[in-house]
């Protein structure tokens, strides 16, 4: 009877280090350094679809958020010093890198921008109404398989798909327009080293 309660007291007590452990594994990787925050920050233009802009950031009866974020390649040699980001900039970096031929062809002469997406309302989100500095993004643009994001969105969904946008400089202002909704932000100066 005895070794039958140290045994229940060692099996809850490995099962309890488990979950600490993976609890506090996912945080990890849930955390942006404060200079990443900075970096992704001055690259992030925000749309609120169908949404009535009040000032001050407020924004009335939007149907979803769209964030693009620019993630030029460069950004990937900062991985080295300091790995402390979100795993969707990891993701959209991997496309400057990529093993397949048919990826590697689409990104020559091209930057990669994270199209980060939330419903505030059921909305049918599509890439393709995107335009970035009146360039429109085609299907051939994106880089996200389709089975790995929905377009048909329920309130609350959120999501991420890559696409591929021609070079865009350093100093360059970024205008973003996605049906009604307009952005614009001017992107760093230089180049990430």
Known sequence: MKTRKNLCRAVLFSALLSVLFFISDDQAHAYNSKAWKERLSARTATLWIEGEPLGDGI???????????W????????????????????????????????????????????LRYRAIKNWSFDPE??????????????????????????QGYVGMVV???????????????????????????????
Not at 83 to 96: A, I, P
Not at 130 to 152: C, G, M, P, Q, V
Not at 175 to 192: G, H, N, V, W
């Open 59 to 69: 924004v009335l009866n939007a149907r979803g958020e769209l964030n693009v974020t």
């Open 71 to 114: 993630l030029e390649s460069g950004l990937a040699r900062i991985l080295d010093t300091d790995n402390y980001v979100d795993e969707w900039v990891l993701n959209g970096l991997n496309y400057y890198f990529s093993n397949r031929k048919e990826t590697r062809d689409k990104m020559k002469g091209r930057d990669v921008l994270a």
């Open 129 to 154: 109404k995107l335009t970035i500095n009146d360039y429109a993004i085609t299907s051939e643009n994106i880089l996200t398989k389709k089975e790995y994001w929905e377009s048909e969105l329920v």
């Open 163 to 193: 696409v591929a946008t021609p070079s865009l400089k350093p100093g360059q202002t970024m205008k973003l327009r996605y049906e009604d909704a307009e952005a614009q932000i001017e992107l760093p100066r230089t180049r990430s080293k």
